[in-house]
DNA sequence: AATGAATGAGCTTTCATTCAT
DNA sequence: CATGAATGAAAGCTCATTCAT
């Protein structure tokens, strides 16, 4: 396969290549249908080596969420230029997460789907990722409400709410946009940044969509 | 010991009694950790019978999916009065949808976590559940066009993509809300519906957010 | 080997059958070389089977000493006569103990060897077995102290020490009688109770062989 | 660190090292239980050199039980003073005997219950050790007989059971002494001299228990 | 209509042992 | 003298699935 079988590497080299494959195989197959032979064959090593340097498959699998998350946050971290005005990080926000996890499948794979299936302790890591994706999101709406002159007369919930929705909006497109042959991560982003961006500006003028009396319902 | 043991029920019941069973058990176990042991045992028949009724572990997850993509399909569907105009349609449609999941956590459980995580075959079953809500939505904007006496300028692929990210947003929100204590069914439909509905508006008058020219960034 | 394939049997049956083959396989091997597989095979039975019935290597290894260490008290108790006089009693004991332990080696093998050897909850358990057969010598001592118009002038650690080092000899000449081809089981009981009774009997005459003084000593 | 990672010491003590890891390592855990990677680590050496050094974990557990073999049966002699009557030299062994076991628990538990309970090349190189004190003990009483004016009139296998049993005490009673806190090595002797001593002299003054005629049992 | 008895196949994990340096 | 890197082989355990009644 191009690569020669290596042998005798140095232990971090061996384990990133590890977390290759097992990011590879978790994203594929799934958790529980994964086995430790497959990752092990994929990485081109022995199974004792794996357990060796990784301890068991629940540890094998927190250090994949572990990585993948990091490397999430960081592109999105690392695209979006902090001077420049809510829309424009926003924008530039949601065109690194799309062009990452359009580039990185199976571990978008391992983070938003294998994760949240397979117990409290690997949903917790993701979940902390998570937090601070909503966390930048709901301080841009802040920083917008403030920009467009209005004083954040949106309750703190109905911000939180807001920006869940948005975080959730995205990631659902994100595996719409693998799934879509001829979606572009730009396109993916545009689609979604115009249907927030109009949403939040007509919320912070003050001219919300207002849901029936409840009296008019069961 | 309370419930009698139950000897010769017609098959009908049995088999509900066995897929109430499944769902309980794969939605909070996941599709693999679950067992036909457990399952035979929650349901209070012997194992054979499991097989000799539902056939295999797969066809059993199948009919858990169907059933409780059917359950919520109807639900939806019959919490929406078509000759409604398009947002109160949308509204119930929401209140429908956030309530049923919030009624049935497991089932939910099944068919957003569990069944997208487990291979292609059970990730159709929910895809064609998730089309027909797509399609209501994508419907509904057009209508809301219409009624804005606007012609549906807006391009169907821009449309699916909205649909997509509201559809996307409903279903991380229904998480969401599951997950938090203190946000209602009616709540939560009130922030998304005023969230999607503002912004589909500002974006029926036709004034788009702009991304900036390419040309502008890496 | 004669026993043809047994199929279908009771539970009850094949327990047993499991743990003959697994107080052999454990006598023989040790616990912790002794190999499910192995223990299996010879009792003709697949290995889930004998997971589903003892539920563990460590369960069924406690099963195994449970047994074999009831079936040798029993075997004591059953052996004397408690209306006859005390040496009686000892001498009956005695040949019960060697004759049992002669005709189980494997069990034995468990019981003094293997148990001891691997850990504090297996241990404990012949140690009550072991309690119980220190009593019953004990016991004794003092009847026959009793009987020899003697006050038990013998304080109770002393008494105490010497039914531990009773029950110790006769364990280590089981082993021995074991290995020592024409040592019959009689011929070690009478060994030992010749050495014991003599010793006991001058004790209680009020002869004790005395220690030289400490200081005489490093 | 406190101890200073050594570096390069002569082969002789590097092995004492190790034997002395390889022994508390076997005592405690057993030798099946006891991994290479344990001891190597508690050695604080590397895996290879002990296998450069020890060659396989059985010729390392050879190796232990021979070097405990005979710091016992060392002590035992060093502690006897063969000048003195029989009776003093018995005394004089047995709390040697109790003094070194009592201080060496780990390698007693190696001699005394791993090496017996894990296959017949290592019972034998402990039955080796077990010939010396039950030869030595067989001597004591044949001394003891003749410095009784006694012509040995006790047939030589009754002898051997004899000091079988003696040997069997002591080795039972060093574990019992072990195990029981407030038992001195001096009181284990001094209970075991005074049992062993009182049988001894009442056998050799001829008045030996006359076990029942076969005929009275079954 | 229903079940107690039974298993083939596979999984995670561990361990004694050896290269190459 | 000494070790970091690596593995073949096996063990304990579980599970979906079936047979005989």
Redesign the pocket.
């Given at each position: 396969m191009g690569a020669v079988k290596?042998?005798?590497?140095?232990?971090a080299v061996?384990e990133q290549q590890m977390l290759d494959a097992a990011v590879r195989t978790f994203g594929q197959r799934g958790y529980?249908a994964?086995?430790?032979?497959?990752i092990?064959e994929l990485a081109?090593?022995?199974?004792?080596?794996?357990?060796?340097?990784l301890?068991?498959?629940?540890d094998?699998f927190t250090a994949c969420i572990r990585r993948e998350a990091q490397a999430l946050t960081a592109a999105v971290r690392a695209g979006v230029r902090p001077e420049l005005p809510a829309d424009r990080q926003l924008w530039e926000g949601l065109r690194a997460f799309f062009t990452h996890t359009a580039g990185h499948p199976d571990g978008w794979s391992v983070l938003h789907l294998q994760a949240r299936t397979h117990g409290e302790p690997f949903a917790a890591e993701v979940f902390a990722m998570r937090e601070e994706l909503v966390r930048f999101v709901t301080q841009l709406i802040v920083v917008a409400a403030r920009e467009a002159h209005r004083d954040p007369s949106l309750p703190a919930r109905e911000v939180a709410g807001l920006a869940e929705a948005l975080v959730g909006a995205a990631e659902s497109m994100a595996a719409w946009a693998n799934a879509t042959p001829g979606v572009s991560a730009r396109q993916a982003a545009a689609t979604l940044m115009n249907f927030a961006w109009a949403g939040l500006g007509t919320l912070m003028q003050g001219r919300p969509w207002t849901p029936p009396r409840a009296a008019a319902e069961v």
């Open positions: 290596n042998k005798r590497m140095p232990r061996r529980r994964a086995s430790m032979d497959e092990a081109g090593v022995s199974k004792p080596l794996v357990y060796l340097y301890n068991s498959k629940e094998l």
